[in-house]
């Protein structure tokens, strides 16, 4: 796993296809707005059912998370003044999430598929997105 910092903030988060471990791991720290994890476990292990409860928790900026579940890409970070910190391959089974900054993304292979999470709920491109 890479956590990708500037000034002691987290911009993105990496986690490989051979990352995973057993159990359940938080990936995030609880202070982000996405709360990612990864769950492994053995045939006939059971989890709790459970419900979330409403709680109201201020929200003020989209965090995202995206898995490459094939294919290839390319992640463009950059800082909040929109300087590149840096570029990296995610592939099969990688994931990053993405917190602080800014990001764009290349696609390297056809039929490239990809999961994409991130908060809401959703009010509009204009309100959420300054592209650069």
Do not use: C
């Not at 490989?16 to 938080?26: I, P, V």
């Not at 045939?43 to 965090?63: A, F, M, N």
């Not at 592939?91 to 990053?96: E, K, P, T």
Request: no cysteine; proline share 2%; charged share 35%.
């Amino acid at each position: 796993m890479e956590i990708i910092k500037q000034d002691d903030r987290i911009m993105a988060i990496i986690h490989r296809a051979e990352d995973w471990s057993e159990g359940l791991n938080f990936i995030t720290p609880d202070s982000l707005f996405i709360q990612v994890g990864t769950w492994q476990y053995d045939k006939g292990t059971h989890l709790d059912s459970h419900i979330h409860k409403e709680y109201e928790r201020p929200v003020t900026k989209t965090h995202e998370m995206a898995y490459v579940k094939k294919g290839r890409l390319k992640l463009f970070i950059y800082d909040e003044e929109r300087k590149k910190v840096g570029d990296y391959i995610l592939g099969a089974g990688d994931f990053v999430v993405l917190a602080e900054g800014g990001h764009g993304y290349e696609i390297l292979e056809d039929d490239t598929q990809v999961l994409e999470a991130k908060t809401g709920p959703f009010v509009s491109v204009d309100k959420d997105k300054e592209k650069f």
